[in-house]
């Protein structure tokens, strides 16, 4: 029988997977020729499953994590993440981000526009994207100033839905959680010895108030990770992911989706001019030296 | 009668992608302790010496044999005169062909040279789109022990091992570059590790040989490599085995003479009909054309 279930993350693969997952952030994070990590902790499930991996490759002493609140934050967000710090004794920094982020929106570079973008919900889209990019760039610059690499804190659900913003919670140097959906990010939160209270919580960005990844997409995690394993780990075409059983309409929402925000998951596209071009014939690995 | 043995080690290492020192001095060490524990063979993984996802540093990493000018094959070579080794490397031939080739080494020459023959592009791999393929699968002599090599993707075609055996190879010695990949509920191993030993159980089984797997571990650009190198004997049984993911050698004595006990009482290979299957060959060759 072929197996077209999520695979679930458990008490039997748990070990190979957390070997796994912290031998990449070490030696990744080593041939870099450094030893140190800064990440955003959120008070969500993902950040905190990269800090108790990060902690567990690389020591506590060397992972950094960065608070970054806005005014509208949950303060249950601030106060899950620093039980993380707290549990894991890694460094931390608070730096609240309203300041920056109001100023920008105060002055309003581009005026009045008739754009997609215009309009209250295009505003509300654009702080959430602009507070996600302020966050990405206090982060590229801790990384300087600290000589750590930046860890990437996006799930393959996400990645793959394209619920994130680009340059912005997206970026970073080495993600060990990419691969991997959030339904799965939540049974490996259960063995990481995360505190419940953070793995149990609604996914949110918590980029305004009462915002949920699942009333936002409209479905919930569960369902889209099961469609998105058949879509992309088997590869199945859509049609036959709904003759298994699954809603028609979801299952052409999602792989739309997933389809609609490629661009998201790649670099920027060039125009060939030369013979040899970066990263279309000229090919090396990122670890290339 | 004499009891006829082998006393051998197999390196899994973690090479460097196209830092060729480094995997000299890997290589260097690590035949230096298979020397000390006594081994008269050391066998490397695949492409040991130069990396596997090389893409374009194929081209600045390559070797060809007959070239007089300093390289790093004529820095192993010594190394050989009281053990025979094993290694994977870049080979380019006069023709300005590029092969993944493994050679063993003994004695301070080359003994033997296995270009691999199945060169997977599908998926993450992409080998055929840089090298040649091999033409054939030799058997030779390690320490009056006749043996073949066939490199990763070349085990996966059973044909490979079929041949080999036939040939009067004993020791079937696989290298390869095998990435972890594929979780399973159910499983502690990865699904690649899973296929690989039921596999390599097969080979050992049904052709009634040991059977030498060694795989290296390492990350390339995100990619681990899986290791549990390890050794099945001909009753299908893994006997000796590394870890998953972790760097190690592993020394055994393999008894060669238990070959007879097992040859003896399962007799596949002496009732094996190849004029049966060169005829059906020739006659799928000549429907298919």
């Known amino acids: ?289 | 009668m004499k009891t006829h043995s082998i006393k051998l080690s197999i390196a899994q290492i973690k090479p460097e992608p196209s830092d060729l020192k480094h995997n000299l001095k890997q290589h260097l060490r690590y035949i230096k302790t298979a020397k000390k524990e006594g081994s008269g063979l050391v066998i490397f993984p695949e492409l040991s010496l130069t990396g596997y996802f090389l893409k374009d540093s194929i081209y600045d990493v390559a070797i060809n044999l007959k070239d007089e000018s300093k390289n790093i094959i004529h820095d192993l070579l010594p190394e050989s005169n009281n053990i025979s080794v094993i290694a994977g490397f870049v080979e380019v031939d006069d023709d300005y062909n590029f092969y993944n080739s493994s050679l063993c080494m003994s004695g301070g020459r080359i003994l033997n040279v296995h270009r691999k023959v199945y060169l997977p592009t599908y998926g993450m791999f992409e080998e055929m789109r840089y090298f040649k393929a091999g033409n054939g699968f030799n058997v030779f002599g390690i320490s009056g022990i006749t043996s073949a090599i066939l490199t990763c993707e070349d085990a996966w075609h059973l044909s490979s091992s079929y041949i080999a055996v036939n040939k009067g190879a004993k020791l079937i010695i696989i290298n390869s570059a095998s990435p972890a990949r594929g979780i399973e509920s159910g499983s502690e191993k990865f699904s690649s590790i899973e296929m690989w030993e039921r596999l390599l159980s097969v080979i050992a089984f049904y052709y009634k040989s040991y059977v030498i797997y060694a795989n290296r571990v390492g990350f390339e650009d995100g990619i681990g490599f899986a290791g549990g190198s390890c050794i099945f004997s001909p009753d299908g049984n893994k006997e000796y085995h590394l870890e998953y993911l972790d760097e190690g050698l592993l020394s055994a004595k393999l008894n060669i003479s238990l070959l007879k006990n097992e040859r003896f009482k399962t007799p596949l290979l002496r009732d094996e009909n190849l004029s049966l299957t060169v005829k059906e060959l020739e006659s799928i060759i000549s429907t298919k054309n």
């Open chain 1, 1 to 289: 029988m072929l197996h077209n279930n999520l695979p679930e993350i458990n008490s039997t693969n748990f070990g190979i997977i957390n070997k796994l997952l912290t031998g990449f952030i070490k030696e990744e994070i080593l041939r870099a020729g450094l030893n140190k990590v800064v990440l955003g902790l959120s008070g969500g499930v993902d950040s905190a499953v990269v800090s108790y991996l990060a902690a567990s490759a690389l020591g506590n002493k060397n992972v950094t994590a960065v608070l970054m609140p806005y005014k509208t934050s949950s303060p249950k967000s601030l106060e899950d993440g620093l039980k993380v710090v707290g549990a894991l004794r890694i460094k931390h920094f608070v730096i609240d981000i309203s300041r920056q982020i109001d100023d920008y929106f105060a002055k309003d570079a581009g005026g009045d526009s008739d754009g997609a973008g215009a309009g209250e919900n295009g505003l509300k889209v654009r702080i959430g994207n602009k507070m996600a990019r302020e966050r990405m760039s206090i982060l590229y610059d801790l990384s300087y100033k600290l000589g750590s690499l930046v860890l990437g804190t996006s799930n393959k659900s996400e990645l793959l839905l394209g619920y994130g913003t680009i340059y912005g919670d997206m970026a970073s140097a080495v993600n060990p959680i990419g691969d991997i959906y959030k339904t799965q990010i939540h049974q490996l939160a259960g063995f990481l010895n995360i505190p419940k209270l953070i793995v149990k919580k609604a996914p949110s960005a918590d980029l305004w108030i009462d915002q949920t990844d699942e009333k936002e997409l409209g479905f919930t995690y569960k369902e889209a990770d099961n469609i998105m394993f058949l879509l992309v780990d088997k590869m199945y075409k859509p049609e036959t992911v709904s003759s298994l059983g699954y809603d028609e309409n979801l299952v052409s929402l999602i792989y739309g989706k997933i389809k609609r925000s490629q661009y998201k998951r790649r670099m920027p596209l060039i125009a060939k001019v030369s013979q040899r071009t970066i990263n279309i014939d000229f090919r090396y690995l990122r670890d290339w030296a």
